[in-house]
Nanobody, 126 residues
Framework: QVQLVESGGGLVQTGDSLRLSCAAS????????MGWFRQAPGKEREFVAA?????????YADSVKGRFTISRDNAKNTVVYLQMNSLKPEDTAVYYC??????????????????WGQGTQVTVSS
């Protein structure tokens, strides 16, 4: 079982940037697709970004495409990042890191992600 811990959230202004980190422990996630999801107050959790096991392929929700970048720490292979630029008030949410349950699996569907972190709050003021 993998444990995921997110960090890096905070309160920023419109147009600012933040980098979220997701640290994995318990087992390696180097061979698993990783994803970021978010949940705003009163809304369902939604997909944000995913990264293939190789780290070479990504896909994003249309709402964040061109502004957010998901990446993996190649040296450690246990940390996944979400670089968020040009933040907007509608990006305000709790952001969750997730790991696919199947190794070497790509593309990963949202329901493939079985391990979740506790979330980190991102608040963007207008």
């Amino acid at each position: 079982q993998v444990q995921l811990v997110e960090s890096g959230g905070g309160l920023v202004q419109t147009g600012d940037s933040l980098r979220l980190s997701c640290a994995a422990s318990g087992r390696s996630v180097s061979n698993y697709a990783m994803g970021w999801f978010r949940q705003a107050p009163g809304k369902e959790r939604e997909f944000v970004a995913a990264l293939s096991p190789s780290g070479l392929s990504t896909y994003y929700a249309d709402s964040v495409k061109g502004r957010f970048t998901i990446s993996r720490d190649n040296a450690k292979n246990t940390v996944v990042y979400l670089q968020m630029n040009s933040l907007k008030p509608e990006d305000t949410a709790v952001y969750y890191c997730a790991a696919d349950s199947i190794p070497y699996h790509w593309p990963a569907r949202s329901d493939n992600f079985a391990s979740w972190g506790q979330g980190t709050q991102v608040t963007v003021s207008s």
